[in-house]
């Protein structure tokens, strides 16, 4: 019995994966229609895709594309915003809209039967829609909410950050419209803009699902037919900057119990040849669970929960990225060893079983992502957006098992570039200046706003004297115009602090929360729903007085507090 523990099963038989390649043709007007047969559910999945997204926004009108993509549904010259969801809903169907870097896509989904319906229903959304002032009143609304909230979170400033390293001044450069551009959107604006970028010769439509081919094209022509062609849009963007050395960028977050890193270069674009000996490369390296990568910081160090590494693969460029939340204790050493193995992946060929297992998994896991309808659309929408071959799907397999270990280090070798990383870490400066800046001689900090601030105001000793913080602090909280009770107790030893933070939402466990002078930053973690929350708080004390501010993902900017110590503390 412990002889069969310690040796691994034998690996099943491949899945068989026997996929006809899809029917393809175009109308007269340009449109691609890309049709797939496929039986085994009485449903059709739709998508009608634009070979134009975010990174064709105007310069002055960031958001654009998302903004038109998320209105489309939002009301048109024959159904309101409700009446369209109520159509919608008693079909038993659903329509999405939505835009990326590179592309804008409306999805849909149906059972067959209603194939004539959704089909106009799209055609109502692509041909007439009103871009109507109230509900564009409220995106706006919602959308200037969101931005304030997604300051709040730890990822996407550390994206944020690492998008305007790599991509210089290209478009992919931005991760988030702004404010200024979201108030000045208005219903003419999308209007014209719709008119210009909704083209059939600059488009696709895919039905994957029960239909038949010749009644289904029949409709298509009838609904998409008239439609006139336009201008493609043209775009030459600026060139990614090419990096000479390793930086270091720090958002401060102070007080925060964690960093989040991430390690990036420039890589690859989605259909460059070298894909298949990159993803077999990256699964060795940190793509899972079993990866080097993971199984170094998680398992035998025991730094972080996870940590990955990825291809971010887009139209017109792409990245290599290596991403961990670590504990704040240990981020010089999470660097060490990330560093480790990108330099090893490179230097040293992985083994026969690496190889083997990266091989089994991408070949084994590929036929699964075939085996729901949407699975299958998915893989069929991206070999027509990103112009893959006309076999792709069918030779996938046969590509991963082609790849050999010298391609991998030569893959390694070429996409990976330790000496010339940028290295983005999001956490508490003043902690972490000293664990980082071994590893990039240039060094840039932003507080959380994305202002810069001076590197020279970080590891100064504080004239003044360390506060005594300890007690229970009784602090009132603005939220919304009305005062919050909140408890705050502390124990200190020296210039550290723990406790808990007590709301009425719960109580919080701080651990390792620093003081400087008479300032104090400290995490309170929890959990609400299941999902771990951390409280950020910020304060400065005057004997018994304290104010400052706390931060969480739940309020899109910091809320201000003021209290005092108890005197029974």
């Known amino acids: 019995?412990?002889?069969?523990?310690?040796?691994?099963?034998?690996?099943?038989?491949?899945?068989?994966?026997?996929?006809?390649?899809?029917?393809q043709t175009t109308l007269p007007n340009?449109?691609?229609?890309?049709?797939?047969?496929?039986?085994?559910?009485?449903?059709?999945?739709?998508?009608?895709?634009?070979?134009?997204?975010?990174?064709?926004?105007?310069?002055?009108?960031?958001?654009?594309?998302?903004?038109?993509?998320s209105m489309l549904t939002e009301g048109t010259e024959n159904y309101s915003s409700l009446a369209l969801a109520e159509k919608i809903e008693r079909l038993g169907a659903s329509i999405s809209t939505s835009s990326s870097d590179d592309f804008t896509v409306i999805a849909a989904s149906a059972l067959g039967l209603y194939n004539s319906?959704?089909?106009?229903?799209?055609?109502?959304?692509?041909?007439?829609?009103?871009?109507?002032?109230?509900?564009?009143?409220l995106y706006k609304r919602n959308t200037i909410e969101n931005l304030k909230f997604q300051r709040s979170q730890p990822n996407f400033l550390a994206n944020e950050k690492t998008a305007r390293l790599l991509y210089g001044e290209h478009p992919y450069s931005r991760v988030s419209t702004t404010a200024a551009d979201v108030v000045k959107l208005s219903s003419d604006a999308l209007s014209r803009f719709h008119n210009h970028r909704f083209i059939p010769n600059n488009a696709v439509l895919i039905a994957v699902g029960d239909v038949e081919r010749d009644s289904l094209l029949k409709e298509i022509e009838e609904h998409f037919g008239d439609w006139e062609q336009g201008t493609a849009p043209t775009s030459t963007f600026p060139i990614p900057p090419t990096r000479e050395n390793a930086s270091l960028t720090i958002v401060d977050r102070q007080g925060s119990a964690q960093?989040?890193?991430?390690?990036?270069?420039?890589?690859?674009?989605?259909?460059?040849?070298?894909?298949?000996?990159?993803?077999?490369?990256?699964?060795?390296?940190?793509?899972?669970?079993?990866?080097?990568?993971?199984?170094n910081l998680r398992e035998e160090k025991g730094y972080t929960y996870g940590a990955y590494t990825r291809v971010d693969m887009k139209k017109l460029a792409g990245d290599f990225e290596a991403t961990a939340e670590v504990r704040t204790a240990v981020t010089g050493d999470s660097l060490k060893e990330f560093f480790y193995e990108l330099n090893r992946i490179r230097d040293e060929k992985v083994t026969d079983n690496e190889l083997a297992d990266a091989k089994n998994?991408?070949?084994?896991?590929?036929?699964?992502?075939?085996?729901?309808?949407?699975?299958?659309?998915n893989l069929i929408v991206s070999q027509e957006l990103y112009n893959l071959p006309k076999d792709y799907l069918q030779t996938y397999r046969d590509d991963?098992?082609?790849?050999?270990?010298?391609?991998?280090?030569?893959?390694?070798k070429k996409y990976i570039a330790p000496d010339k990383m940028a290295i983005v870490i999001v956490g508490d400066a003043e902690e972490i200046i000293p664990q980082a800046k071994p590893y990039a001689a240039h060094i840039e900090i932003f507080d959380t706003d994305g202002n810069p601030k001076e590197l020279s105001d970080y590891g100064q000793t504080s004239s003044e004297p360390t506060a005594d913080v300890a007690g229970e602090w009784v602090l009132m909280l603005d939220f919304q115009g009305q005062e919050l009770p909140i408890?705050?107790?502390?124990?200190?030893?020296?210039?550290?602090?723990?406790?808990?933070?007590?709301?009425?939402?719960?109580?919080?466990?701080?651990?390792?929360?620093?003081v400087r002078g008479g300032k104090i930053s400290a995490t309170a973690s929890t959990e609400m729903q299941g999902n771990a929350m951390e409280f950020v708080i910020t304060g400065a004390v005057d004997g018994d007085s304290m104010n400052g501010t706390i931060s969480a993902p739940i309020v899109p900017e910091p809320l201000s507090f003021t209290g005092t110590r108890s005197k029974n503390a």
């Open 1 to 23: 019995m412990k002889a069969s523990r310690k040796t691994a099963p034998e690996a099943l038989a491949p899945v068989p994966f026997n996929i006809p390649q899809a029917f």
């Open 30 to 69: 340009g449109l691609r229609v890309v049709i797939f047969e496929d039986k085994r559910l009485p449903l059709v999945s739709y998508r009608l895709a634009f070979m134009s997204g975010d990174v064709h926004d105007p310069s002055d009108s960031i958001g654009l594309t998302s903004a038109m993509a």
């Open 117 to 137: 319906e959704i089909l106009h229903l799209m055609s109502e959304i692509v041909f007439r829609p009103t871009f109507p002032s109230d509900e564009l009143d």
């Open 259 to 295: 960093s989040n890193i991430v390690l990036a270069n420039l890589a690859l674009n989605r259909n460059d040849p070298d894909y298949f000996a990159v993803i077999v490369m990256n699964q060795v390296l940190g793509a899972g669970a079993s990866s080097r990568v993971f199984m």
């Open 361 to 377: 998994f991408l070949t084994g896991v590929f036929p699964i992502r075939a085996e729901t309808q949407e699975g299958l659309t």
């Open 400 to 412: 991963v098992n082609a790849v050999t270990i010298d391609e991998v280090q030569r893959v390694a």
């Open 487 to 514: 408890t705050l107790t502390l124990t200190q030893e020296g210039d550290t602090v723990s406790g808990e933070l007590s709301t009425m939402l719960g109580t919080g466990k701080i651990e390792s929360g620093k």
